[in-house]
């Protein structure tokens, strides 16, 4: 088996070397004979990755520690799941999976290429191949600074180092395959937006025949992103499930790129506008996912989910030079093309929305990558690594979130072209009176409930729960809007009148559904962040504190045994207003492997107010127990908003493939 992985994979590098060369001459020279062979050779590379895969997880499961890589991330002890998902543990696995996952994504646009016969699919193809070169030759080992998979150890070994227990969670067995899925899935509307140019067309078919992979790559990472969330509240112990780590970073601005790019197409279906714009957000997009792998894995930046030190990252680095600057070439060749004959009417209108909408998308991602890169370029320059906090991406990053937040609820009600002054009265008189009421309302209830508001919170307070209602009100009179005017028609109920008007119109209504979502996150942000109660605590046997109404008293110290993990904490009795409620077991655990720190095992009793959150640091010299406790208001309204927004992401996802005018000249149409 481990001679069928190495062989699969040098095999599959000559495959796609095949796919890239037969394509081109192929497409050059319009000879459906290359053209079929370079298919071929997208479907051999998805053959020999599979094997390559299969025969690496084999290894795994038989505990073949004569190669490095699963002596390095698999132990007897390890549970079945871990040993399988240890496939992405590491530098090479991960590579590999990546790899695989590309191929499957192109046998996907190869089906769809004998379906639809799509000239544009074999165009897009031609990228997606380079990129699936690009991965297969990492995946050898060959380079400079990286071993593959299949590199034997050198020595003869009873047992494994095992797996690092921060990823032996539930949430680690999906959060990282799931950010992989969302960065691999952007590849297909890159290639799409290349194919288009290449193939010397001006034109929106790209963006149809790209929607639907847009639309999954935002949700796949979209849901890497909360699993990677929670995640980290749930073992890393600090109460927060957010703090622009370096490597949280990378995989949010890809997703802002996509946001912002799922928007912006709009106007280019509707109005033949943002050729050139469209084209540099999705590019973008793409290349932040590479860009997010070169920090995971070049060293440069410490973080709890890096994969250490190693050369690699220089090569994603040249490769994201490299593309972007052939994507540049294919920009000026086909300049006259990409010119949008339509302007903006009116800076009053859907198009202007959407447009400042996406320059605050585009604004965050800028002052993000700033502070993620700030450490590295001050050492390279200064030789002192400055580092950047949380406090500087929240201060740049609250109002332009805020901003967003607000022309999410005018971009989706405001006329295209120009607005009018009835249009504004209808679309905005009632929300904006409702914001404004409820966010003084709300404001005066934090004070009166005596949560600490200083100056400046106070306004950003204010100004979110205005803005979430304000989008909440929008989005809901929408709702009711539409449900009202079938309910007249076909005479059916409320919700059967809401269901239909979801189903007929997914993209629009799946959309209002992610609005809603994004309104509750805000909420819960707002609450858990700008409202988080702290306490540090030493108790003995029997001592008791207090914070934000509940009573906490140590009452004994337990250890418990699991199949793979010793965990040893202690029992605390909850009580609020002299009524005992529960209890609460926060722990470490142990786990029976070299060189590993202790995991921490937080506790939390979760109510739809507020979470009470307790992290165990362990016995001190003098038999007291330290203790980390965090109150997190509305937090659970993070965790309902992302479900909801999730939900309305599947949604818009299930809209069918339409067809618009295709503006522009192009060789986009079939074959």
């Known amino acids: 088996m481990t001679e069928l992985g190495r062989i699969s994979i040098v095999l599959s590098v000559v495959s796609c070397l095949w796919a890239v060369l037969a394509l081109s001459i192929g497409l050059k020279q319009r000879h459906d004979r290359f053209i079929r062979s370079g298919r071929h050779g997208i479907i051999a590379a998805f053959v020999l990755s599979s094997l390559a895969v299969i025969a690496l997880e084999y290894a795994f499961l038989v505990h073949d520690y004569s190669l490095r890589y699963v002596w ?5 002890q390890q549970p079945l799941v871990y040993r399988v998902t240890a496939l992405w543990g590491g530098m090479a696995g991960s590579l590999l999976f990546w790899f695989w996952l590309l191929c499957i994504c192109g046998l996907i646009l190869v089906w769809q290429a004998y379906r639809q016969r799509e000239r544009l699919i074999d165009f897009a193809l031609v990228p997606l191949a380079i990129t699936q070169l690009f991965f297969a030759i990492l995946t050898t080992g060959i380079v400079r600074g990286m071993s593959g998979p299949f590199e034997e150890l050198m020595r003869t070994v009873t047992d494994g180092r095992g797996m690092n227990p921060l990823l032996q969670t539930p949430s680690m067995v999906l959060h990282p395959p799931t950010l992989y899925i969302g960065f691999v899935s952007m590849t297909v509307p890159f290639a799409f937006a290349v194919g288009s140019l290449a193939s010397g067309g001006g034109g929106s078919r790209w963006i149809s025949l790209s929607r639907r992979w847009t639309i999954f790559a935002w949700l796949s990472l979209a849901v890497g992103i909360i699993l990677g969330g929670g995640w980290a509240y749930g073992e890393l112990g600090w109460g927060g499930y957010w703090a622009w780590d370096p490597v949280e970073n990378a995989s949010l601005m890809p997703w802002l790129l996509s946001t912002a790019f799922l928007h912006s197409v709009m106007v280019q279906e509707r109005r033949n506008m943002l050729k050139i714009w469209n084209l540099l957000l999705i590019v973008l997009a793409f290349e932040f996912t590479l860009f997010g792998t070169f920090i995971t894995r070049s060293g440069i930046i410490s973080s709890v989910h890096a994969f250490g030190q190693s050369d690699i990252g220089h090569y994603f680095l040249g490769f994201i030079v490299l593309s972007g600057a052939g994507v540049a070439a294919l920009m000026i060749l086909r300049w006259d093309q990409l010119q949008s004959p339509n302007r903006l009417d009116s800076f009053l209108s859907r198009e202007s929305a959407f447009l400042l909408n996406n320059w605050l998308l585009v604004g965050m991602t800028a002052t993000t990558l700033w502070g993620t890169m700030y450490p590295i370029l001050s050492e390279a320059v200064t030789g002192d690594k400055i580092s950047v906090s949380e406090p500087f991406f929240n201060k740049v990053n609250v109002p332009l ?19 009018t002054a009835s249009n504004f009265r209808r679309a905005f008189l009632w929300p904006t009176i409702l914001g404004l009421v409820g966010a003084v309302i709300s404001v005066g209830l934090f004070s009166y409930t005596g949560y600490p508001i200083a100056t400046l919170s106070m306004f950003y307070t204010f100004l979110c729960i205005f803005a979430a209602i304000f989008v909440l009100a929008i989005t809901l009179i929408e709702f009711h809007r539409g449900a009202w005017l079938r309910m007249k028609r076909d005479g059916s109920n409320p919700i059967t009148a809401t269901i239909t008007l979801i189903s007929r119109n997914k993209r629009r209504y799946g ?19 700008g409202y988080q109660r702290s306490i540090v605590r030493k108790l003995a046997p029997g001592e008791s504190t207090s914070i934000a109404g509940f009573d906490i008293r140590f009452d004994k ?43 921490t095992e937080a506790a939390m009793r979760r109510r739809l107010r507020g979470d009470l959150y307790v992290a165990y640091g362990g016995m001190e010299e003098d038999g007291q127990t330290r203790l980390q406790i965090y109150y997190n208001p509305l937090v659970s309204f993070v965790w309902i908003g992302s479900f909801i927004m999730l939900f309305g992401g599947v949604v818009c996802l299930a809209q069918g493939s339409y067809q618009r005018k295709d503006f522009g000249s192009g060789n986009s149409g079939k074959a």
């Open 72 to 76: 390095e991330h698999s132990s007897q």
């Open 401 to 419: 979130g805020l901003a967003m937040l607000i022309m999410t609820g005018i971009g989706s009600v405001i006329s295209w072209k120009k607005a």
């Open 511 to 529: 959309g209002y559904i992610v609005h809603i979502g994004i309104v509750f996150i805000f909420i819960g942000i707002l609450g858990s962040k």
């Open 557 to 599: 110290q337990f250890t418990q045994q699991k199949s793979h993990v010793l965990l040893e904490g202690v029992e605390l009795a909850v009580s609020k207003e002299g009524k005992q409620i529960g209890t609460m077991r926060p722990a470490r655990g142990h786990y029976n492997l070299p060189d590993q720190q202790p995991t």
